[in-house]
């Protein structure tokens, strides 16, 4: 059974960092590729930043390049994202999801991502 678990959540003032994890538990991360979404009330889901693992390559949603960067660890089945100089605007539920890597890109619509995590919410407010 595939799970994905997220981590690290919390509340931050705003300047602050937080990082989050996502566990991937019945699959191996060497074939999938792994996306961060968040969603926040009454918007649409965003994709934050997503890892391939077909050739290593990274992309960034604009909102968060320069300040998020995105990692994994297969040897722990996990990966990061290390947010920095968090704004209340981030301010949202994050979600980790995993896509085929034989079957789609990263920049393919979250439709394409077969499993998905509970979330983590992160909060940014002074």
């Known amino acids: 059974q595939v799970q994905l678990v997220e981590s690290g959540g919390g509340l931050v003032q705003p300047g602050g960092s937080l990082r989050l994890s996502c566990e991937a538990f019945g699959l191996i991360l060497d074939f999938w590729n792994i996306g961060w979404f968040r969603q926040a009330p009454g918007k649409e889901r965003e994709r934050v930043s997503c890892?391939?693992?077909?050739?290593?390559?990274?992309l960034y949603a604009d909102s968060v390049k320069g300040r998020f960067t995105i990692s994994r660890d297969n040897v722990k089945n996990t990966v990061y994202v290390q947010m920095n100089n968090l704004k209340p605007e981030d301010t949202a539920m994050y979600y980790c999801?995993?896509?085929?890597?034989?079957?789609?890109?990263?920049?393919?619509?979250?439709?394409?991502?077969?499993?998905w995590g509970q979330g983590t919410q992160v909060t940014v407010s002074s």
């Open positions: 890892t391939s693992a077909s050739d290593g390559s990274t």
């Open positions: 999801a995993a896509g085929d890597k034989f079957a789609m890109r990263c920049s393919e619509s979250s439709n394409r991502f077969d499993y």
